[in-house]
């Protein structure tokens, strides 16, 4: 049984940093290298409002709004300008890490700080002690993937949106809004994002180096479920999050992370367009 | 062709004309810097290559430096006793193991379909990191620590001085940009410029794209190789950072702010940024590393060409019959 919640609770956080890159990277086809220190606007939002002695909630609602603005100055200065260069956007985000990652250093200092935990201890659950904060994560993962899925898949504006990256000039042509559809859905996914690094703060050491070991792994699993695909994702982050818990009963992490990711690598080589290939949800 | 359009060609000369002086006037503290960015500058022209001719990006290029590095430590330090320890054997071997480990990895990549651009960056960036943490967990190549006590330059026992090590860089560096300026400039070239820009219609014109761009990526595996073994000699170690993400992505940035598409513009590039982080970094500290990310930020958005590519572009090549029209050629 705590076999099965540690990967379900690995499954979680990976789920909650791949959401935002389903946003960005699936649906908006930029591929989006500073994805991992979108993560740290969230978490370092959580440093400093728990620094100023505001309650860890407030932080963690703060940090979506936060990474939310970020993530429309990016869209703006950048971002905006460069959607018709696929290659390039992986060029123009990979700065745009550098500077996010700099930028935190700068204004943090390059040592780990740390969050106090605002649900110490653990509680039962089927019969297994678990850490409370953990199993807030496994639910809030679940429930956001649903959310999101039913706002891009199920509602009108979601419906838009999806309009807009599908046919661009078509959408145009339409009466709909395209420039503020590319802001609103590329902000949407840094928010996802800094919500991600926020509410893992308590449970992991916020560095400027966090948001590094996340990005291969979140870009396997889209690459693995297949691009523009929630469901997708999750089988992808499924795959990745089963297949490393289950290899590192026998292997150390870095042999596991080996493995896994030439695992990843070879699937991907023979199911280029994801394993869910045909799905469109 | 008007006297405008070989500005570039006159502009190149003169660099490698300064750099040849270089080695006669300038302090031996600078030469030695300058002939450990040779090697760089020589990785950046394979990525040039593969990345500013055939649009084909790859994130992982530092596995072929590293694995040329590596080669190279291991003969010469005599840990593969049946190969020797000679230094022309550890070159051999530089150019053997990444050019079979390119050539597999464009087998794999290129072959059927393929993957596309995308799918091909990330799929490499992942095989650098797999290559990093892989060296590092080796204990045969050192682990974390790398291979200390790579022999230098010699010829006959003796090590050689700073300047003529300065000038057999230089010569090495040039040779690579004549057969690299040979090779874009031969009609192979400009099929790899027209995948660039449509893969699908080359295709279509029934040329074997796959076969096209896995020689080009072996081309740039082979280089990365040598300019490993190279790195190595000068820099007298090596690390598992050669091998990984971080160098990968650092010669992208070198060779996106050069010029990527302009052979000399990716050989500068991996001179200079380099050379300013050196001299930056310590005034600047975490400030420099913002800086170079906002200039790169800023030079994939505002140009293909980066900062020196359209003062270095060389002009057209002429063939039979086409200097009339080769004006229409440029994009």
Redesign the interface.
Known sequence: MEFILDTLNYFSVLMLVVLGLVVIFGLMNVINMAHGEFLLIGAYTVVAATGAGLNFWVGLLLAPLVAALVGLIVEVLVVQRIYHRFLDTILATWGISLVLKQSVILIFGPTAQSVPNPLPGSMSVFGVDYPRMRVVIIVAAISLSVALYLALFRSNIGLKLRTVIANRDIAAALGLNTRAMDRASFSLGVALAGFAGAIMAPVMSVDPQMGVGFLIPSFLAILLGGVNSLIGAVVGVGAISGATNFISVWLSQADTQIIVFLLAMVVIRFFPEGILKGRKK | MTAVRRHGLFLTIAIWLVLLLAGLVVDEWVLALLATYFAYGIFAMGLSLIWGQA?V?S?GQAIFFGAGAYSFALVTLGMLPWLGDSIAMGFLLALAVPTLLSGLVAW??FAG?G?????F???T???A??AE??V??ADFLGGYNGLFGVPPMMIGGEMLEVSAQYFIMLLVALGVFAVLSLIIRSPYGTLLQAIREDENRVAHLGYDTRWLKSVAFIIAGALSGLAGALFAMQFGFVSPSLVGFALS?QV??WV?VGGRSVLMAAFLGALIVPGAENTLSNILG??W??L??????LA??AS?NGVLGALLRLPDPERFGRNADSETQKG
């Not at chain 2, 993957?115 to 799918?119: E, I, K, P, Q």
């Not at chain 2, 170079?292 to 930020?297: C, E, K, M, Q, R």
């Open positions: 649009g990006l994130f794999v990549t379909r993957l596309s651009g995308a799918h960056a990330i799929v960036l992942c095989a990191a797999v943490t892989a590092t967990r992505t992208l940035i996106a975490d400030i590393l913002l170079i990310g906002a200039l790169f930020v994939v958005v293909r």
